[in-house]
Nanobody, 124 residues
């Protein structure tokens, strides 16, 4: 079993920045990729960013390209999402998740474990 715990959410003004963290624990941890997803009120959960655990290749949703970066610390089993130039439409609950096996990390159904989510609110 793997446990994922997100932190770093909060309230920020438009144009501001936040850094989300996702700490993983569990002896079976060792994913092929880690991803961030978000779900706004009344909307479906959507892909935000992902990173290969080995190698560090990254993927981003078009809506966050150039504003968000994803990184990981393999030694600390932690993945980060740096969010800059935040917009009100970035308001959502942000979830991290871990993928195992092959597959493009943008596909939500490939992720096995999920965190509980952290709220990000961007005011205009």
């Amino acid at each position: 079993q793997v446990q994922l715990v997100e932190s770093g959410g909060g309230l920020v003004q438009a144009g501001g920045s936040l850094r989300l963290s996702c700490a993983a624990s569990g002896r079976t941890f060792g994913p092929s990729a880690m991803g961030w997803f978000r779900q706004a009120p009344g909307k479906e959960r959507e892909f935000v960013a992902a990173i290969r655990w080995i190698g560090g290749s990254t993927w981003f949703a078009d809506s966050v390209k150039g504003r968000f970066t994803i990184s990981r610390d393999n030694g600390r089993n932690t993945v980060y999402l740096q969010m800059n130039s935040l917009k009100p439409e970035d308001t959502a609950v942000y979830y991290c998740a871990s993928q195992y096996g092959d597959g493009i990390p943008t596909i939500m159904r490939l992720y096995r474990y999920w965190g509980q989510g952290t709220q990000v609110t961007v005011s205009s």
